[in-house]
Structure formats: C-alpha cells, structure tokens
C-alpha cells in the first residue's frame, strides 16, 4: 500500500503563488508516476500535471507554463509549484500515484490517492 498525504492549501489572490507538496509513504518502490489533478465544483477531475521516475514530465493544457511539478526521491515528496494563478485554478487538488508510465485525463487508471487540498484563488 502507497500512502499519500497533500498540505498546502489555501487562500491566493489572482496572479499570486502556492507551492502544494504531496509526502509519499508505504511501499513506494514500485511507484513510477506521481501526478497532480484537480476537481473544482461542478467539473470533471482533471490532469494538472505527472511526473515519472526518469523525470519526464506533462501538463494539462490550462496550466502549461505557469505550474511545475518535482519531485524529490529522497525525501519522498512531490510538489507542484503553482504561479500566475487565476480564479478558474480554484479546486481541490489531489495527488495520486500509479506503477505505470501513461497517465489519464481524468485519473481513472491511477492506483493511489490522497485525499486532496483546497486551493482557491480570489479575483
């Protein structure tokens, strides 16, 4: 079993920053891709962004350039720094985690969870 715990919500004003870390713990060797989606009222979950342990990256279309996913192994975390952040970026924000590579736009194939924090961003 693979344990996934989010912290760093909050409250933001348009075009401010947030950083969100993600702590992974449990059997977590045999993780490969660790990813960011997100669930705003009313919307389908989506893709922010996944990161695999070879370190490719990929990101949904709406926060391309202004969201960094990283991760850091020895310390057993991942992060998405999120910049320039619009109101249309506020969501509850869960990191989840799968053994393969391919990750989805709506995350149905990811085998771990945490339990998501909030992030809204004021106009």
């Known amino acids: 079993q693979v344990q996934l715990v989010e912290s760093g919500r909050g409250l933001v004003q348009a075009g401010g920053s947030l950083r969100l870390s993600c702590a992974r713990s449990?059997?977590?060797?045999?993780?490969?891709?660790m990813a960011w989606y997100r669930q705003a009222p009313g919307n389908q979950r989506e893709l922010v962004a996944a990161i695999r342990s070879g370190g490719s990256t990929n990101y949904g279309d709406s926060v391309k350039g202004r969201f960094t996913i990283s991760r850091d192994n020895a310390k057993k975390m991942v992060y998405l720094q999120m910049n320039s952040l619009k109101p249309e970026d506020t969501a509850v924000y869960y990191c989840?985690?799968?053994?393969?590579?391919?990750?989805?736009?709506?995350?149905?194939?990811?085998?771990?969870w945490g339990e998501g924090t909030l992030v809204t961003v004021s106009s």
């Open positions: 449990g059997s977590i060797f045999s993780i490969n891709t």
């Open positions: 989840a985690a799968k053994r393969g590579l391919l990750v989805g736009a709506r995350g149905d194939d990811m085998d771990y």
